[in-house]
């Protein structure tokens, strides 16, 4: 047993502690084999799971232009902070001319104002609140109410405004805000309304935003801008008394970073394969994964799915056509020159290529789909072939437990069993002596 200090072979002078050690050891050799496997399919599951980590890396970075709104060939300035403005991928160059006469607003009433905000009102009813023209919401007010306890049961009717109690220094008033901005999202009172329904108590109605461009009226229920100008979201903080000029130019820059980080995650999971189960002239550095099928086939897919022709008009119809290459080694490069000469001579069909046009998927859609099938956590292919892994190696570690459990039980009868022959030979010895003396 672990832990003892055997002393065998004292009476006949035997090592017999090397004996049993000796015999143990040429019964280790299937433990031993088993125990080799055992870490070759730990390293084999740790580099899978590597490459789980890079496809997911992968699928990030096709997600960011996988929609023609994301692909980032163009960039919007504006000449006043009044306006901040963004460009989308279905944007296009141009330069206008805009005025912010108004912002949108939500609305905000104030109730007749009361000398506390913690006694009682006196008042009952049923204080009826409609929202956007809604049928009201009827509130049931009790005497007992005070300002804070109404506040409360404004808020917790689930309606899209929010109360609360306002000190002007002198009075307390109910104070009721709408959540939404813009002229439809008008508040309405009713019944029992301390004075909300007073017009006067109304101190900031419900608003659109309404802007010029190029002396064209636009309007819109929130600040934010979208669909006026195409692919640009134009966002307003404040009105304006002279025309902001709100500029959309190409922007290979942003596209090309991009491509550039759908490049490198792409090399470094082909790179990872290559390396795991062997590519070429470079061997596998997991035996358990040399030549794997499972590898193989994903990387036979992703080459496919960045190969294909996608779209049905437009000058360009692949991704190599626009700059990315593939090598015979499978990885991927960047062309930015031929990718800034796509995107000067037909932005939207460079778009297209990448992330599909009003119908299809473009290539980052098919590639995303293709990575996904393979990383998906749990039902992923490598995921799949992981856990049966996992499980083999499991099953493999339960064998070593076992006969391990059964050479320490083979240690122990060997030594009960020279321990016992050491016994026989000391008591002889002790007889011999005897009977030498005796008779000597």
């Not at 007749?112 to 009201?136: H, R």
């Not at 109304?202 to 309007?219: L, P």
């Not at 290979?252 to 390396?275: E, G, P």
């Not at 794997?292 to 897919?301: F, G, I, N, Q, V």
């Amino acid at each position: 047993m672990a832990g003892t200090i055997s002393f065998g072979g004292i009476a006949s002078g035997m090592d017999t502690e090397g004996i049993v050690t000796g015999l143990v050891q040429a019964s280790r050799g299937p433990v031993d084999t088993m125990k080799a496997r055992a870490t070759t399919l730990t390293s084999a599951t740790s580099s899978l799971s590597k490459i789980g980590t890079l496809l997911a890396k992968l699928k990030t970075t096709l997600e960011a232009v996988d929609d023609a709104r994301e692909v980032g060939g163009f960039t919007a300035s504006s000449s006043n902070a009044a306006i901040t403005a963004s460009a989308l991928g279905t944007a296009l160059p141009g330069s206008y001319s805009i005025k912010v006469d108004s912002l949108a607003k939500e609305q905000r009433t104030y109730s007749n104002g009361f000398a506390s905000s913690t006694t009682p009102l006196g008042q009952s009813g049923d204080l009826g609140i409609s929202v956007a023209g809604a049928a009201a919401t009827n509130i049931a007010i009790a005497s007992t109410d005070t300002l804070e306890a109404i506040a409360g049961k404004i808020n917790a009717a689930g309606l899209r405004v929010s109360a609360s109690v306002f000190h002007d220094g002198s009075q307390y008033r109910l104070q009721v805000n709408g959540l939404d901005t813009g002229e439809a999202n008008t508040v309405a009172f009713s019944g029992t309304t301390l004075g909300l329904d007073v017009g006067a108590n109304t101190r900031q109605a419900a608003t659109d935003a309404s802007i010029k461009i190029d002396d064209f009226v636009v309007k819109r229920s929130t600040n934010q801008i979208v669909g006026a100008v195409p692919g640009v979201t134009m966002n307003l903080t404040a009105t304006t008394t002279e025309a902001v000029t709100v500029k959309v130019a190409t922007d290979t820059s942003a596209l090309s970073r991009q491509l550039t980080a759908v490049v490198d995650a792409y090399n470094a999971v082909i790179d990872t394969v290559h390396s795991t189960a062997g590519f070429g002239a470079t061997k596998a550095t997991e035996k358990e994964l040399a030549g794997d099928s499972m590898l193989r086939s994903m990387e036979s897919r992703m080459f496919s799915a960045l190969g294909q022709v996608v779209g049905s008009s437009g000058a360009y119809r692949t991704m190599g056509a626009i700059g990315v290459a593939l090598g015979r080694d499978g990885r991927l490069s960047l062309d930015s020159t031929k990718l800034t000469k796509a995107l000067t001579e037909d932005p939207a069909s460079v778009a297209a290529v990448i992330a599909g046009g009003a119908s299809g998927n473009g290539a980052a859609d098919v590639l995303r789909d293709v990575v996904t099938a393979f990383s998906q956590n749990g039902t992923g292919l490598v995921a799949l072939r992981k856990d049966a892994l996992e499980t083999r190696n499991k099953s493999l570690t339960e064998r070593i437990s076992r006969e391990e459990s059964r050479l320490t039980r083979y240690a122990d009868q060997l030594r009960k069993q020279f321990n016992a022959m050491d016994t026989i030979v000391g008591n002889n010895a002790a007889d011999t002596n005897y009977l030498t003396k005796l008779y000597g």
